[in-house]
């Protein structure tokens, strides 16, 4: 979006003087509610774009950084990207797939991960994917079902529902269905359970194809900003004495980005050590550490990385 502010002043000859000042503002469409709107919301927060008013207000401008967000149905998000009515949009891997827009997929976010699967009633043998030849699918994604069927050869009949697919089973509409699955608690409270995963689904950023250099240069700088929080993701900054004479052997079992600093401390036999380690190796690292002698380790999260 451009916005033209045009700024008078009165010259000594009462004509006016006009200046004309371009403002960029890059916009965002995301998911009015849900989790996917959560999980977006987040990223921002992380990034220090500040986006204040309420969701119920379809676009919002950012207090710190050039841009403005449009709250839409995550359905709509695709092909809002790819007419232009939005620059870029985050949006499920799942609704992009099924929309087939002219959108491309500028980065894969990470969060929201769920999968669209195949489900069936939990007391019906199931012998293969061949069992759905014939029968009624209940699905709000029957573009990506029917590729599916279609790659392994069968053909079924596929009913498109809005929400709540789920219980088509039980009320005699499908004989099974297709739809997202996250934890399976839903499947589970309906007598269901889930035969074949079709596909897996992340957030994604998505972007329209014909953005300006200005508009990609901030899209850019959110992009620095979005991979300097996922670099610090479940990752501690660690910070120990150590004894110089076992100094060797405890950097060698630090995995630092580069190599750990290491600090003279007062005491001549010691010296103060800090690392980032990775949270999944975390407490075997801090178990051989301390076996080296090393004490007063001190652990921190780390809220953003830069490499």
């Known amino acids: 979006m451009q916005r033209i502010l045009i700024y008078l002043e009165i010259s000594p000859t009462n004509y006016y003087k006009r200046w004309i000042k371009i403002l960029v503002m890059l916009r965002i469409a995301v998911q009015s509610k849900g989790r996917l709107f959560e999980d977006t919301m987040n990223l921002l927060a992380e990034a220090d774009i500040k986006v204040g008013g309420s969701k119920r207000t379809l676009l919002v401008e950012s207090t710190n950084f050039p841009l403005e967000v449009l709250y839409l149905r995550d359905d709509d998000i695709p092909q809002c990207v790819a007419n232009g009515i939005a620059d870029i949009g ?61 790659s392994k050869g069968v053909t079924a009949d596929i009913h498109v529902i809005n929400g709540s697919v789920e219980i088509s089973p039980g009320i005699g509409l499908a004989d099974g269905i297709f ?61 120990m004495n150590a004894p110089k004479d076992r100094l060797n052997e405890i950097v060698a079992v630090l995995p630092g980005l580069k190599s750990p600093t290491v600090i003279p401390l007062a ?41």
């Open 90 to 150: 985050v949006v499920g891997e799942n609704e992009f797939v099924e929309r087939h827009e002219d959108a491309e997929i500028i980065q894969r976010l990470g969060f929201s991960k769920c999968r669209l699967s195949l489900a069936i009633p939990k007391a019906i043998d199931y012998p293969g994917v061949e069992w759905f030849e014939g029968k009624k699918i209940a699905t709000s994604y029957p573009n990506i079902l029917r590729d599916f069927l279609a």
């Open 179 to 239: 739809d997202i699955v996250s934890s399976g608690s839903t499947l589970v409270s309906n007598n269901l359970r889930e035969v074949e995963i079709v596909m897996k689904s992340e957030a994604l950023l998505i972007g329209s194809k014909d953005m300006t250099a200005d508009k990609k240069a901030i899209l850019e700088e959110m992009l620095f900003r979005f991979k300097a929080v996922r670099d610090a993701e479940d990752k501690k900054y660690v910070r």
């Open 267 to 307: 005491d001549d036999n010691w010296c103060s050590v800090h690392a980032v380690i990775d949270q999944k190796v975390f407490w075997e690292i801090i178990g051989k550490l301390k076996e080296l002698g090393a004490q007063g380790i001190l652990v921190t999260p780390i809220e953003k990385m830069i490499l």
